[in-house]
């Protein structure tokens, strides 16, 4: 019994919560990274995008909330969430042709593309600001939860609850579907095919007769509707403001490069080490060991690694480690 | 010269040197030759610090260099060219050729500040070096271009041109003919075996071109599958059936299609 | 045009727009000789960054976004050269702290040497996990409690060990040696990464930097922050309360306070413009000789260098610890002018991206693109606010009064500051892709 | 003497950063007060009042310090702001007491700024953050509890707050089982929250801010079941918090700066008229720091900062009319003729020996979705 | 004369703003002919490879495919018209496998390629053992073989290679102008430029001599075989 709540307490704190979190990440980081494998740069907008993005589909929700729409136990944004999606479309086709196309047949340095996003992202910065204002903003609907600490402590009669939100639930369904939808087009289709081809050798392409402008199209699409998701998740999940859109961006490259930059496959391991690493390096043992060991031996302390205080620090850590290790990330990415 | 032994590189199962011996005699042009993918490059790049082994030996002058880094061996007076043209793009083909000398009293950064006479006399000294090398190699008029704009054999020469900068004791050159014009390519191979002859410098050279084999080496190794299949003359070697077969071939089989033309 | 009357006008440029904040409280400028000072001096700064990041990655390639990490050190070093000691601190626990540090190194240091020295196998993971288990407990017995006593005396004002109480001008150096040595230990360890997987590892270490600042209370109070750092001029106050200086001032018919501020600034800007000067000629002498030629070489091709007898490893840590000190000496002339050390001000957005932005469009590579970089940038980062309020108030003027859109733009017109700094970013980077001086 | 027909009040705020959206009702708040001034025509033979705002990031010091220069280039007559306790440690350093101009910040609350050598230029109408630990320590214990957690806001104030929260709870017998730090603007609090349900406790105190940090560590204590009852310190009062976090929330309870006043009542009135929240926090401040600067120069009769500085603690404590909110014409008037005044305020303004809020706390308790204050302390 | 099937007609240019690199120089080809250009390094041969397919600006000549003027597509329209080439230098996709590599070359195909990634096989027989390994592993002769498969995958109607045995061992050099021999004589036009110029020029129909951009000699391989001038100034001697 005791040994069930050990694990109920670990599942509630640390499992359910990263898996949630490692989720949002890797959806974040594989935009970075295909970004990053085929246009060749770090795009340092990509919080802001996802900030867009979520910012459209809020509105639209609302604009459905408002006129009655609802998607039963599902949250409304859901149902929101095309129009988002061809809303960031819209935004990141238009800067790639005012923006960064220039670049691109001036054939410019990737660290001149990383500061045209920095510049990018300013500007989106103050765009969704002046939108939808810095403030937070609520936007799920729908059931909240799909078991409550508090029923689950009913049916099983542990001590300890365990809380699975539907919005967690609803992200890792979703990153699963989304990753596997990707790695099916990247590998198998035609047009994936040809954006693995322009990352790798632009002017062969060329001669291969890929059109690049497609390419770059297609890569930009799929990037807005992978950061619009993450977006929306993330925002479900927590609450949507701006500013930790920005912050988010942090870790979803400390993801994206722990797995090996323009590497699929490496985002979404990245993402998860970087959730569960923040979780728990930090976690505090004691509630564990105290259902786990016999009475006498149940510890008096915190039995925590680290204070949270560290929890940045340490999640870094593991990032710098690993590329001790492993130079380009976990799964062998590029390096331009 | 340099010994080479029972030397293995494995890229994961895949085993591209497997166990390769060989002598270089001091003051030879040895040649090597073998198949695409026998592990010629792959045999240079161990032994010129860029992979490490992952077993076996490699001695220079009987002292022990394996697994030194390449800018050790170079002040030990190892170079190498690199098959696939490794230039500094962005710096001028002169500036290529005056960054190889080593000890330059200017790359101490006290000297740059306070020992400016010096650096100033040693340049034009450098400068003055670095335009024969490319007088030499028929290539002055590149001298104030960057080397990433010049064509793909002009980079080549300039490969070579590197290796000139500096008194040698043995060069690696990985086909330095591969794309250079083949009466150039002579021209090289005779400023070759005059830097073999007159300095001194060892040769070890890497080609697929019969007739520039034939010119410079001897004698000439034949690798294949990662091992040493022959070493003799360029005849002998010609001569070997295993040669022929996996590296050599017997010539075009659709001569007789040009016919109609 | 040449290009070096381009160039020149380039700078003349921004002291025009410097001179004119100064002079005219036309369009978006103050009018303010205060205020131009303030730019001027925190854009000489900048530009001393600039330079740092530009040795480092227009010179070598080295992709280093760390530079909070390394502006944030500076800034201890002034907390620890120049505060006051406190007897009392080092009586407590002062001692305790330094042999656990110094036990804590040891341990790190053992480990290494085991890693290097014993054959691979269980045995060497047992004596090394065993070493490494038995270091911390050390470390954290001797420490914790020595961190508590330091803490507890006068929390609210001291609770750390304090500095050596030396002459605040001795802590610019000394901001740089703190930088090089953290840079060095960096080097040594993640200068192996390349690009961006350098620059994430980097980004990773200068948030740990700030970490431990911030939560290190022994150390410099965290966020707790130290206020009133000594410096190196006078209190205006006191200037304004000297006769000698009031008469002086009304020699030039300016008033006392007014007098005594900007005396002050400049006198800032003189000493920063000097260590501008100095370390500016040091680049450009190095840049220009065989050293530079070299790191370029590196740069361009690391394989084909070290094939070439450079030593690109102990060149990449030579000139990582050297950017990184000059980013170490500006945080240290920047906490300075602040007077005070306040760890939850860094972030990287100011502190390392806007950096790169000064540098990249100033022009990588280039020395004197990085300091117009820097001084540009920071002239448009203070700016833009009010050009920001101005682009508003443009747009809105032929919008009815009390209208709820107008209303609306004008409520947001700060968020238009970084809106309107990413125009000028993405402009200048129109106009010349390559920066405005770009490398020759 | 020669009064100006204008005075500027700068308003030196984190429009952008991490209190970004704490800001716009604070200004609101602020310049609240200088239009009623205006309006009621009475400040020194009639002068408007304006307000210049500008940006101090919250976090940027070289911002904050340039746009502190830039307004008092511009003229303003004094500073209302700033209000991140670093930047205004900054800006009254480096810019307020070399230019002698003074500054009343509404929400800088570190107990660090308290000893800061002043020159008598620095008022606040927030209290310092020492006495706000005792009163939590208090309420905690009249409360029955026994046990806490602890988070707080990693920043001077957060952590000020939480080692005086800490202080005093050990101090009358309380258990603190941890204390951790969360910072501001993350992604994800599922760490802290974690950590923080691992250690265990009656009551979770979050000494943080109700829209960063502070929001998302309930919103995640709740849902995972970790707390289900909160003690909030001042950073956390605002009806935006019941509003986000639901029901849940219900009989959750802490104290903000305050005193048995109908001032904030009257005050959240006039701010629903004039179109913000005057509930946001410190809201209340700012309008009372702005009617301060402005009820001193009535005083002094001057608008320059060397003249008015002296006023400020006469004006703010009794003898004299209390004022409240929507009264500063009244209060005008009293000084214009000579008398005195016990400015009230929005916050029950009382200030003590450094200049600041002498910390009149309110105890609040979140009943039906809504913060409704139980007692007075 | 009637008009080659493809030919750069007098084109003069150059890279970006540079100076032009090609100077009125003309290179032509024919269906079931190979053509071979040789020149001293530099002269403007990869150049002049390049502004045929449109890959840097010609701004005076024309290029014509098939008597129609291509002189403003873009390259991967020339690719849709027929045209492959393979380049001197980065000529394959080196993250991807052999096998990728190869799809590559047959993108804008749309009919069933296996037959014709069997035929690659069977020339290159050692591509066959490496289909599944990056192509960047490979030696720098076999990248040579995978650049050139890569071409063969499209079917061309024109095939230009630019120094395809730069690298090669005899054998496969060997075999790789069996290939062309056969190919060419399946009526594909073959352009191409080569530093082995003796084995090149004994098998070319056609043979141009450029010199800093220019053409300086023009004839079959043969007669540019037994021209003592040539011979000694580019060929070798
Ligand atoms: N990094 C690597 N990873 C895996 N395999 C490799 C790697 N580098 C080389 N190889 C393999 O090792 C073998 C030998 O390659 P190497 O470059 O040494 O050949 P080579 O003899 O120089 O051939 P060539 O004459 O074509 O240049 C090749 O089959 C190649 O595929
Ligand atoms: N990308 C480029 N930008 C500018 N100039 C270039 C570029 N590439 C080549 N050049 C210049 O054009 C001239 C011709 O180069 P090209 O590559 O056509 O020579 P090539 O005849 O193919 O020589 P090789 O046999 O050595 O490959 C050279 O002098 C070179 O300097
Ligand atoms: C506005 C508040 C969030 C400021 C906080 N009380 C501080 O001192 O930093
Ligand atoms: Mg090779
Ligand atoms: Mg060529």
Redesign the interface.
């Known amino acids: 019994m005791d040994l069930l709540n050990a694990l109920v307490a670990l599942t509630n704190f640390v499992i359910v919560p990263g898996l949630a979190y490692g989720s949002q990440l890797a959806l974040g980081a594989l935009g970075v990274t295909l970004i990053y494998g085929i246009l060749r740069f770090s795009n340092f907008a990509h919080g802001d995008t996802m900030a867009f993005g979520a910012m459209v589909t809020i509105l639209v929700t609302w604009a459905f909330q408002s006129m009655g729409i609802s998607f039963g136990v599902l949250p409304t944004a859901l149902l929101a969430l095309p129009f988002g999606i061809l809303g960031t479309i819209g935004l990141v086709l238009l800067t790639d042709r005012t923006v960064y196309r220039f670049y691109r047949q001036q054939k410019a340095k990737p660290v001149i593309f990383v500061m045209v996003s920095l510049g990018v992202m300013f500007m989106l910065n103050g765009i969704v600001r002046f939108i939808i204002g810095p403030g937070d903003q609520r936007f799920a609907d729908g059931e909240r939860f799909i078991i409550t600490a508090r029923t689950f402590k009913q049916m099983t009669g542990l001590d300890e609850g365990l809380a699975v939100k539907t919005t967690q639930g609803i992200t890792v369904i979703t990153a699963i579907i989304v990753v596997a939808a990707l790695f099916w087009f990247l590998n198998k289709t035609r047009t994936g095919k040809s954006m693995r081809a322009y990352s790798d050798n632009e002017d062969l392409a060329l001669l291969s007769g890929i059109n690049p402008e497609r390419v770059v199209m297609y890569t930009w699409m799929i990037v807005a509707a992978l950061a619009t998701i993450a977006g929306v998740l993330y925002g479900l999940d927590k609450s949507f403001k701006p500013f930790t859109y920005f912050q988010l961006l942090l870790p979803i490259f400390a993801s994206a490069i722990v797995g090996g930059l323009g590497n699929p496959l490496g985002a979404i391991a990245g993402g998860f080490i970087i959730a569960f690493s923040e979780v728990t390096i930090t976690y505090a043992w004691k509630k564990v060991l105290t259902y786990g060991l016999p009475d006498g031996l149940s510890p008096d302390g915190l039995v925590q690694l680290l204070s949270t205080d560290y929890k940045f620090a340490v999640s870094f850590a593991i990032l710098i480690v690993v590329l001790l290790f492993k130079p380009t990330g976990l799964f062998k990415g590029k390096a331009v | 010269m340099i010994v080479v032994e029972d030397l293995h590189k494995h890229f994961g199962g895949f085993h591209a040197v497997d166990g390769a011996s060989l002598e270089i005699a001091k003051g030879s042009i040895t040649g090597l030759i073998g198949p695409n993918g026998a592990g010629k490059t792959t045999l240079f790049n161990v032994i010129a610090g860029v992979l490490p082994p992952t077993s076996g030996r490699v001695t220079m002058d009987g002292e022990d260099i394996t697994g030194l880094p390449p800018h050790e061996l170079f002040h030990k007076g190892l170079l190498r060219t690199f098959q696939i043209a490794h230039e500094f793009s962005s710096m001028t083909c002169r500036e290529n050729l005056m960054m190889v000398p080593g000890n330059q009293s200017g790359e101490t950064l006290w000297n740059t500040w306070f020992g400016r006479k010096r650096i100033a006399s040693e340049e034009r000294a450098l400068r003055a070096k670095a335009d024969e090398v490319l007088e030499f190699l028929t290539i002055s008029h590149i001298a104030d271009l960057k080397a990433g704009e010049i064509s793909g054999g002009q980079k080549k020469l300039l490969e070579l041109g590197r290796t000139m900068m500096v008194d040698a004791k043995i060069v690696f050159l990985d086909e330095v003919g591969a794309g250079v014009n083949r009466t150039l390519l002579y021209t090289i191979a005779d400023a070759i075996k005059r830097l073999n002859e007159e300095r001194g410098y060892t040769f070890v050279v890497i080609e697929h071109d019969m007739e520039f084999i034939g010119r410079l080496c001897d004698p000439v190794i034949c690798m294949a599958e990662g091992k040493k299949l022959a070493e003799g003359t360029l005849d002998e070697i010609k001569a070997n059936e295993q040669v022929i077969e996996a590296y050599l071939g017997t010539g075009l089989k659709n001569k007789d299609k040009l016919a109609k033309a | 045009m040449t290009e070096t009357m381009k160039h020149t006008l380039l700078f003349v440029f921004v002291g025009v727009m410097i001179l004119l904040e100064g002079m005219t409280d036309f369009l978006f400028f103050s009018g303010s000789w205060n205020s131009a000072l303030v730019i001027l001096n925190m854009g000489l700064i900048s530009a001393i960054m600039a330079i740092g990041v530009n040795i480092q990655w227009g010179f070598a390639g080295l992709f280093n976004v760390g530079i909070m990490g390394f502006t944030a050190l500076g800034g201890l070093a002034v907390v620890l050269t120049s505060t006051p000691v406190i007897p009392a601190a080092w009586s407590s626990g002062g001692v305790s702290i330094l042999i656990a540090l110094v036990m804590g190194a040891m341990t790190v240091a053992a480990g290494v040497m085991i890693t290097k020295f014993m054959a691979p196998g269980k045995l060497r993971m047992l004596v090394l996990a065993g070493i490494m288990i038995v270091g911390f407990f050390v470390y954290r017995a001797i420490f914790d409690p020595a961190v508590g006593s330091v803490e507890a005396i006068n929390p609210a004002l001291q609770g750390n060990i304090g500095g050596l109480g030396l002459p605040v001008l001795l802590s610019w150096p000394a901001g740089g040696l703190l930088a090089a040595g953290a840079a060095w230990l960096i080097g040594k360890t993640a200068l192996g990464l390349r690009s961006d997987y350098l620059a994430i590892a980097t980004l990773g270490i200068a948030e740990i930097i700030i970490a431990v600042l911030k939560n290190e209370d022994w150390l410099s109070r965290g966020v707790k922050n130290v206020v009133g750092l000594p410096r190196p001029l006078p209190y205006e106050v006191d200037l304004q309360n000297d006769p000698g200086f009031v008469e002086s001032a009304a020699g030039l018919g300016l008033d006392p306070v007014l007098a005594s501020t900007i005396y002050v600034k400049a006198g800032y800007a003189l000493m920063f413009t000097v260590v501008l000067l100095a370390l500016l000629w040091m680049a450009q002498m190095a840049l220009k000789s065989p050293w530079g030629r070299m790191m370029r070489a590196i740069r361009d091709n690391e394989t084909a260098a070290e094939a070439m007898g450079k030593d690109v490893t102990r060149r990449h840590l030579q000139i990582f610890v050297l950017g990184s000190a000059i980013c170490g000496i500006a945080g240290a002339m920047m906490t300075t002018l602040d007077s005070q050390l306040t760890p939850g001000t860094y972030n990287p957005l100011r502190f390392t991206f806007l950096i790169w932005v000064m540098v990249i469009v100033g022009g990588s590579g280039n020395n004197f693109g990085a300091v117009l970089g820097g001084m540009l940038i920071w002239f448009f980062w203070i700016k833009v606010e009010p050009m920001g309020i101005l682009l508003m108030e443009v747009v809105t003027s032929g919008m009815a009064e009390g209208s709820a859109l107008k209303a609306h733009l004008v409520e947001s017109a700060s968020h238009m500051r970084l809106f309107t700094m990413g125009l000028i970013l993405l402009l200048v980077l129109r106009f010349s892709p390559r920066g405005l001086i770009p490398e020759k | 003497g020669g009064h100006a027909k204008e005075v500027k009040l700068g308003i030196l705020f984190g429009f952008t950063g991490p209190i970004e959206s704490l800001t716009p009702a604070m200004a609101s708040g602020a310049e609240l007060a200088m239009e009623e001034v205006t309006k009621s025509g009475k400040l020194l033979d009639g002068a408007t009042v304006s307000s210049v705002r500008a940006d101090n990031g919250c976090v940027d010091n070289g911002l904050a310090v340039a746009n502190a220069e830039k307004i008092i280039s511009e003229g303003v007559n004094g500073i209302v702001g700033g209000d991140c306790s670093g930047v205004t440690g900054a800006v009254l350093q480096n810019v307020a007491i070399p230019n002698g101009m003074v500054m009343i910040s509404p929400s800088a609350s570190s107990p660090g700024l308290t000893t800061m050598e002043d020159n008598g230029l620095f008022f606040r109408t927030t209290p310092s953050d020492a006495r706000q630990g005792e009163i939590m320590a208090e309420v905690l214990k009249e409360r029955g509890v026994s046990s806490i957690a602890l988070t707080y806001t990693n920043n001077d104030y957060g952590k000020g707050l939480a080692d005086s929260i800490q202080a005093a709870f050990e101090a009358a017998g309380g258990e603190v089982t941890i204390v951790a730090a969360h910072e501001d603007g993350k992604g994800d609090y599922s760490a802290e929250v974690g950590a923080l349900a691992s250690a265990g406790g009656d009551v979770l105190v979050v000494a943080g801010y109700l829209d960063q940090g502070g929001l998302g560590i309930i919103q995640g204590s709740l849902d995972s079941g970790a707390f289900d009852m909160f003690g909030l310190p001042d950073g956390m009062i605002g009806d935006s918090l019941p509003k986000n976090i639901g029901p849940d929330l219900n009989g959750s309870f802490g104290q903000i700066a305050g005193s048995d006043s109908e001032g904030s009542k009257i005050f959240a009135e006039m701010a629903k008229e004039a179109g913000f929240d005057g509930t946001s926090a410190y809201a209340p401040e700012s309008y009372d720091a702005a009617a301060l600067f402005l009820l001193a120069m009535q005083a002094a009769n001057s608008t320059a900062p060397a003249d008015y500085m002296g006023k400020v603690l006469d004006i703010a404590n009794a003898p004299g009319e209390p004022i409240n909110p929507g009264e500063l014409g009244k209060a005008l008037e009293i000084l214009a003729a000579g008398g005195e005044i016990d400015y009230q305020g929005a916050t029950g303004v009382e200030l003590i020996g450094p200049g600041e809020s002498a910390g009149s706390y309110r105890e609040v308790e979140v009943k039906d979705g809504k913060i409704e204050t139980v007692k007075f302390r | 004369m009637s008009e080659p099937f493809l030919i750069g007609d007098c084109m003069t240019g150059g ?1 970006g703003k ?1 100076p032009d690199i090609l100077h009125d120089c003309t290179i032509a080809v024919n269906p079931g ?1 190979i053509a071979v250009i ?6 403007g ?3 002049a490879m390049k502004a045929v ?1 449109g ?1 840097l600006n010609v701004h005076s000549g024309t290029v014509r495919l098939g008597g129609e003027d291509i002189t403003a597509l873009s ?2 329209d020339r ?2 018209k027929g045209m ?2 393979v ?10 496998t052999v096998e ?1 590599n190869l ?3 047959a ?2 195909r749309t009919d069933d390629f296996t037959d014709t990634m069997e035929q690659v096989y069977e020339l290159f027989p ?1 591509l066959r053992d490496k289909r599944s390994q990056p192509a960047g ?6 990248r ?2 995978v650049a050139v498969g ?2 063969l995958m ?1 079917k061309p109607k024109v095939l230009m290679l630019d ?1 395809p045995t ?10 790789l ?2 290939r062309i ?2 190919v060419a ?1 399946t009526g594909l036009p073959i352009l191409m430029v080569e ?4 084995q090149a020029l ?2 070319a ?1 056609k043979g141009y001599v450029l010199v800093q951009g220019r053409n300086a000699y023009t004839g ?1 391989g043969k007669e540019l075989l037994a021209d003592p001038e040539v011979r ?6």
């Open positions: 890279y540079g002919e040789v020149g001293p390094n530099g002269a041969k990869s150049t397919f890959m390259p991967q690719v849709v492959g080439f380049p001197q230098t980065s000529n394959i996709f080196t993250s991807m990728e799809e590559m070359g993108f804008i050692i592993e490979l030696s720098g002769g076999q040579q073989q890569r071409a499209t120094e730069a690298g090669v061992s005899p054998i496969v050099m060997d075999e102008f069996d021999i056969e004589r530093q082995n110029a003796k004994e098998i129909d079959t000694k100034s580019f060929l070798g001697g």
